[in-house]
């Protein structure tokens, strides 16, 4: 039987990656560097097989002449950034082989269990995919199943719809025939504006950002889909729905305190890290 | 209004670098032939960010793009860019 020994989630602003290299020359970037390196150890002492990696699009691939609210990626390789986000954002290459088998178990359990998940045998990883992966695992050997979410291009599912699919993901998983060690990573934002009114070069709202970290603290479920409405989003960002991400790996954690859930509050956009250590748990 | 084909024509110009620089070269040319109304026409050849925002245009797709065309350096525009919305709060984006 397959199990779920460990859940991560970070944030994926592209500007991190060249921030990162320079950390001594950006205030608070040291510290964001150490809490992905803290991540990637994490995740290595978790030993897993495979890694389910909970992301968005930016509308570079999915866009609106067909938008899928949720998407298995189950081509045998995935491999990205988009070359106009290279460009831009200094982005290195990132390539992992799928795990095509357990894709396809979660796209077929996903339909018994109420969710008709799109899936697609040729896609790009978008920035969201390879900018915690090249942090968190940068061997590019550990097997990916990726899940693309719409956060971007309303109308985007109610939070509480990206719970359940969080809650089914667990349930898919913990029926696996395999004998599997699975670990999740969900990349999202706290709240965050582009292309809005609000001053982009800074987070807008570092007071939702610290209530959003206590409620996965606490696992505090209703709390987390109150301050995760649409329009409550939108009030503390254009583009804070990237937060669902997250809904959808406490759905996975069910709800469970994390173990961790810290952020480094950088001026320029909130960095969480939230972890649930799930064997620890166990024992 | 069409806000799909503003969003897909930006879109466009974002991730393809010789759109873009056909757009760059002959605004009016490049968008000749795309379905779109005669204010969205006017607003994407004038780079009138304001304008397109206040449609409606997707703002992480037309942020992208300012950044393309605008021609000027990122910290003017930043500032520019959002003098040109504010005026506009924040108008539904759905298509």
New interface residues.
């Given amino acids: 039987m397959a199990k779920l020994v460990q859940l991560i989630g970070v944030q994926h602003n592209p500007l991190l990656y060249r921030r990162m290299l320079r950390a001594e020359e950006h205030p608070g970037m040291v510290e964001a560097r150490a809490g992905y390196e803290r991540m990637r150890q994490k995740l290595a002492a978790a030993r897993p097989d495979v890694l389910l990696v909970i992301a968005n699009d930016h509308l570079s691939q999915w866009f609106t002449d067909n938008m899928p609210a949720f998407l298995v990626g189950k081509a045998p390789r995935a491999r990205g950034p988009f070359p106009h986000e290279t460009e831009e954002f200094g982005l290195p290459t990132y390539t992992a082989r799928v795990d095509v088998d357990v894709a396809r178990a979660i796209i077929e359990g996903g339909f018994e269990r109420g969710v008709d998940f799109a899936y697609s045998d040729e896609f790009v990883l978008d920035h969201a995919f390879t900018l915690p992966l090249t942090f968190l695992r940068p061997e590019m050997d550990l097997p990916i199943v990726p899940l693309f979410t719409n956060v971007m291009a309303p109308p985007v599912p109610p939070s509480s719809r990206f719970y359940q699919v969080g809650e089914a993901v667990r349930a898919i998983v913990d029926e696996l025939p395999a004998d599997l060690r699975v670990a999740v990573l969900a990349s999202g934002h706290l709240s965050v504006e582009i292309g809005g009114p609000r001053p982009m070069r800074e987070a807008p709202d570092p007071e939702f950002d610290a209530r959003v970290v206590a409620h996965v603290r606490e696992g505090n479920v209703a709390g987390l889909l109150r301050d995760s409405s649409w329009e409550r989003m939108l009030r503390a960002g254009n583009f804070t729905a990237g937060l669902l991400n997250f809904v959808a790996l406490v759905g996975v954690a069910g709800g469970q305190p994390a173990t961790a859930a810290d952020c480094v509050f950088l001026r320029t956009s909130s960095t969480p890290f939230f972890t649930w250590d799930l064997e620890e748990a166990e024992a | 209004m069409s806000r799909?084909e503003v969003?897909?024509v930006v879109?466009e110009m974002?991730?393809q670098?010789a759109s873009l620089e056909r757009f760059l070269a002959d605004p009016h040319g490049f968008l000749a032939d795309r379905p779109l109304e005669a204010e969205e026409r006017r607003a994407l050849a004038e780079r009138d960010f304001g304008a397109l925002?206040a449609m409606g245009a997707?703002?992480?797709?037309?942020?992208?793009w300012?950044?393309r065309v605008a021609g000027i350096d990122r910290e003017t525009l930043?500032d520019r860019?959002?003098e040109a919305?504010?005026p506009?709060?924040?108008p539904?984006?759905?298509?």
Wanted: proline fraction near 3%; charge should be positive; charged fraction near 15%.
């Fill in positions: 799909y969003n897909k879109r974002v991730m670098r925002y997707h703002p992480f797709l037309l942020w992208g300012a950044n930043l860019y959002a919305v504010r506009h709060g924040y539904d984006f759905a298509t």
